[in-house]
C-alpha cells in the first residue's frame, strides 16, 4: 500500500515569493494535517483539513494557508516567504474518525529560502 | 507546550534491549501517549501507542505506569537502523482538531 507522498522532494526559493507544497493521503484516508520542522526542533503543527475543512491551526501567521481537494489531497501555501521558513514540511494523513487517531507522515518536503 | 520530558540522548549497543524512557506527568485521564521515531530527516515514523494498559506490536512495547505519569518505550532487540530520534508524545485534541505536540525527542544510537 502506498504511503503518504508529498511532491516536491527539495524546493529553492528567494524571499518574498511563495511555494506550494502537495500531499496525497494514504488511500482512505479523510484528514491531513501539515507540520514545520526546522532544523534541530521536533515537528511544529500547522494545519489539520478533514472533509476540506480546516479543522485545526497551529500559531502559523497568515501567510500559510492550506486547503483540501474533494480526494482528500491536500496544499500548503506559504506567501511572502522569509529566510525563517525554510524547513522541512511534513504531511501526515489520518482516519480522523478513529479514537484514537493515528496520524502516519510522508517524507517530507524541504524548503530552503535564500 | 510539550507535556513530555525525555533524555537528551542514549546510547544502546547493538543487540540489546533499549529502553527508552518519557515522563509525562501532567497527562490527562483520556490523552494517549504516542511514540515515534524519526530517521536523519525523513518523515516521523509511528511505533506505538497506549493509554493505561501495555502493549507491544512487531516495532516495540510500551510500559506505562499505573499512575500514568511515565512510560517506557522498549525495542527488544536493538539494530543499527534503530538509530533515530524517538519522540514521546501525549496526543492533544483542542477543539475538533487533533495534533501531534512533538518535543525535542531523545537520539538514540545503536553502537556496533
Known amino acids: 500500500d502506498a504511503g503518504v507522498t508529498q511532491s516536491p522532494t527539495h524546493l529553492i526559493k528567494t524571499r518574498g515569493q511563495h511555494v506550494t507544497l502537495r500531499c496525497s493521503p494514504i488511500?482512505?484516508?479523510?484528514?491531513v494535517s501539515w507540520y514545520q520542522q526546522v532544523l534541530g526542533q521536533g515537528p511544529q503543527f500547522i494545519f489539520q483539513?478533514?472533509?476540506?475543512?480546516?479543522?485545526g491551526r497551529g500559531n502559523f501567521p497568515d501567510r500559510f494557508s492550506a486547503r483540501q481537494f474533494p480526494n482528500y489531497s491536500s496544499e500548503l501555501n506559504v506567501n511572502a516567504l522569509l529566510l525563517g521558513d525554510s524547513a522541512l514540511y511534513l504531511c501526515a494523513s489520518s482516519h480522523f474518525r478513529d479514537s484514537p487517531e493515528t496520524q502516519y507522515f510522508g517524507p517530507g518536503t524541504r524548503l530552503l529560502v535564500l | 507546550d510539550a507535556k513530555t520530558t525525555q533524555p537528551t540522548s542514549m546510547d544502546c549497543a547493538e543487540g540489546r534491549a533499549a529502553n527508552l524512557p518519557c515522563n509525562h506527568s501532567t497527562i490527562s485521564g483520556n490523552e494517549y501517549v504516542y511514540w515515534y521515531r524519526q530517521i536523519h530527516s525523513q518523515g516521523p515514523q509511528y511505533i506505538i501507542h497506549g493509554l493505561k494498559n501495555n502493549e507491544t506490536n512487531e516495532m516495540a512495547s510500551l510500559i506505562i505506569t499505573e499512575d500514568r505519569k511515565s512510560s517506557t518505550l522498549i525495542l527488544p532487540h536493538a539494530t543499527l537502523r534503530d538509530t533515530a530520534v524517538y519522540y514521546c508524545i501525549v496526543r492533544t485534541r483542542q477543539g475538533g482538531s487533533e495534533k501531534l505536540v512533538f518535543g525535542k525527542g531523545m537520539k538514540l544510537t545503536v553502537n556496533p
Open positions: 483539513y478533514y472533509e476540506k475543512e480546516e479543522r
Open positions: 488511500s482512505g484516508h479523510k484528514s
